[in-house]
């Protein structure tokens, strides 16, 4: 569910303000989310699917080495949908940190990733991290941009990535993913973790039940917590759902466990997007809204069965302004 700040109690607005200002010790490059690392299982199979759902600038990267016996390997493609990269890796078995992914919890998000500005900086950051207690976990090359991933999952719920690619993006395209949607059983650990990282507190709030809230088509009625990061663009948002009644978010964490369960995309139609979504076989798994529906500050949304893409559900959200 897409907790929109208007749907939420002043106190939720002040925590958010307050935790927005704790990251200032952080580089500057954490404030955007440059893009996030998907690991699949059938690289055909997920890149059709990105691309009848409009991904674009798609390249295919061709072979990199992973390492280790045997120089295993992995095939790579990368699209955009507007400012935000989708990066997809598949790679050969054995690789214990890519494939090792795949075996526990099948496709999804592996990495939520930042671009850095320049090499001194991405070595600068990695020499905080590892003070701090964070390793590396792996380092790539594809097409002349290094990336490095960092060993947070764990704690942190998914692996943190910096970029540096010689040649900058571009800022001029336009946003396109509005927020992160992570399931995670406990907020407080996680926030502690971040937290400790340098990063904001986990701002929280209840998002209470509502009537017109559906689950593959039958009325839901339930309540749960929710956590915001506002430090960056896209946000993170964090549900810590309850197991029963069944939901999309509880079924998240029954397949894959913890970890980013949905991309954000507002739209302007919200029921012709639903309806181009489901005729590409692509049904919506649970819906509701917030505020008083049709008046500014309220909006709608949809959660759609999106798996084929790799392991996540698109959120499209209509907000009324």
């Not at 600038?57 to 045997?70: M, N």
């Not at 719920?157 to 399931?183: F, M, N, W």
């Not at 739209?267 to 809204?289: C, F, H, M, N, W």
């Amino acid at each position: 569910m897409r907790i929109h700040p208007l749907r939420c109690s002043a106190t939720l607005v002040a925590l958010a303000a307050t935790a927005a200002t704790g990251w200032a010790q952080l580089p500057e490059f954490y404030k955007e989310i440059s893009g996030a690392v998907w690991v699949v299982k059938d690289l055909p199979r997920s890149l059709a699917a990105w691309h009848s759902l409009d991904l674009e600038q798609i390249q295919g990267r061709g072979r990199i080495v992973l390492g280790g016996p045997g120089r295993i390997g992995a095939s790579f493609v990368s699209g955009r949908l507007g400012r935000f990269a989708v990066e997809i890796i598949q790679p050969d078995a054995g690789d214990p940190v890519f494939d090792g992914f795949l075996k526990r919890r099948g496709d999804g998000v592996f990495a939520v990733v930042h671009s850095v500005p320049d090499r001194p900086a991405l070595e600068r950051e990695t020499a905080r991290l590892g003070q701090l207690g964070v390793g590396v976990l792996r380092t790539i090359e594809v097409a002349g941009a290094r990336y490095t991933f960092f060993d947070t999952a764990a704690q942190g719920k998914y692996v943190l990535g910096l970029v540096y690619r010689p040649q900058t993006e571009s800022a001029t395209d336009p946003v396109k993913v509005s927020h992160l949607g992570l399931v995670i059983r406990d907020a407080a650990p996680v926030s502690a973790y971040w937290h400790r990282l340098g990063f904001p507190e986990m701002a929280l709030a209840d998002a209470g039940p509502r009537a017109d809230s559906r689950y593959r088509g039958q009325p839901l009625w339930f309540s749960f917590r929710v956590g915001w990061h506002n430090y960056t663009h896209p946000t993170f948002e964090w549900i810590i759902p309850p197991l029963n009644p069944p939901n999309c978010y509880a079924d998240f964490l029954r397949v894959h466990g913890e970890g980013v369960q949905h991309l954000g995309l507002p739209v302007d139609d919200l029921e012709s997007a639903i309806a181009r979504y489901t005729k590409l076989g692509y049904p919506p798994v649970q819906s509701g809204a917030w505020g008083d529906v049709g008046k500014p500050g309220s909006g709608q949304y949809a959660y759609m069965d999106t798996e084929a893409l790799g392991g996540v559900n698109i959120e499209l959200i209509h907000a009324y302004r």
